[in-house]
């Protein structure tokens, strides 16, 4: 029934009745909104504002000061390391979460005895916190009183002592702590290909590898771009695991770019409209990443 045919009136209550839908509908999206807004567009405003004042830690918002905190935070002497750094990780924690948490997928997808076992074994590590995790891998890598410390010690070798090894030890914990989580978002995407196309594609004869590149793949497009942003994203704004093996040792090496805005803002230079640009920086290459992700995952069919 169109407006048109409706008796004029009838008019009044119908429109009285959407308008009492959309208040009932506005006070159960309030609380949501007030979170979104209270945590995410204030502090995001507030940041945006320290970006473009002088604002020192102890002293306040003291005038605008744009855009000198851009270029001091781009030409600071560990800007580009940072930058560098964060990249690689994020680089190679991305390909292993990705790649492992794929093929753990496959393994505990297909039926057997010891999947409900595997299953739960590799999740358990998921539900340790990051800054836990990191705290008990900082005691089984310690050279003092870690378990491997007599071994370690004979051979001559400091987990986290070196560029290098600091590196590959701190990203042996994240594949240890999030292999599992990206497992069971892997495991969700699998599941939701029909099983149909399958078997069709066994009765034309393809392969495993064929099956696999032809037909998971391909519906596995919206599970890869959320790991994969998420991946991204979390690898980016890496912070906790750093900062608690490493302080961003040796020598500034394993500095990533959200350590670099923590000691703007609150060691040595104690300057927020510095940290601020820093953050406006990180968050603007964000977007234009995830926005890239997003379009690289399109299917075809969507564009």
């Given amino acids: 029934m169109t407006t048109s045919t409706v008796p004029q009136a009838v008019r009044p209550m119908m429109r009285r009745r959407r308008r009492q839908k959309a208040a009932v509908g506005w006070l159960y999206a ?19 504002q320290m970006s473009a004042s002088n604002w020192p830690l102890f002293g306040g918002n003291q005038g605008v000061n744009f855009p000198q905190n ?37 393994l505990v997808q297909e039926s057997s005895r010891w999947k409900g076992f595997l ?23 310690s050279p003092l009183v870690g378990p491997f410390a007599g071994l370690t010690n004979s051979l001559g070798i400091d987990l986290l002592g070196t560029p290098v090894s600091a590196l590959w030890s701190t990203v042996f914990l994240i594949v240890w ?24 594609a066994r009765t034309d004869g393809a392969t495993s590898w ?15 771009a959320l790991t994969s942003v998420l991946a991204i994203t979390g690898s980016l704004l890496a912070f906790d695991q750093f900062y608690i093996l490493t302080k961003g040792g040796p020598d500034n090496s394993t500095l990533t770019v959200v350590q670099l805005i923590y000691n703007s803002a609150f060691q040595g230079q104690n300057d927020l409209g510095v940290a601020g640009a820093l953050s406006v920086i990180v968050l603007i290459a964000l977007v234009i990443i995830n926005a890239i992700q997003l379009k690289a995952f399109r299917a075809p069919d969507e564009e």
């Fill in 177 to 200: 702590r999030f292999s599992g989580f990206y497992m069971l978002l892997m495991l969700v995407g699998l599941q939701g290909v029909p099983e149909e196309l399958y078997e069709a």
């Fill in 119 to 141: 299953r739960t074994a590799i999740l358990v590590p998921s539900a340790l916190g990051l800054a836990s995790a990191s705290l008990l891998f900082y005691v089984l890598y």
């Fill in 210 to 224: 064929q099956i696999f590149r032809g037909v998971t793949l391909p519906l596995l497009r919206p599970t890869l």
């Fill in 70 to 106: 851009f270029v001091r935070a781009v030409s600071s002497p560990r800007f580009v390391p940072a930058i560098v750094f964060t990249v690689q990780y994020t680089v190679i924690a991305t390909v292993l979460l990705l790649l492992l948490g794929l093929g753990l997928a496959l």
């Fill in 30 to 48: 309030a609380p949501m909104t007030l979170i979104v807004v209270g945590l995410f567009v204030l502090p995001l405003l507030l940041v945006l």
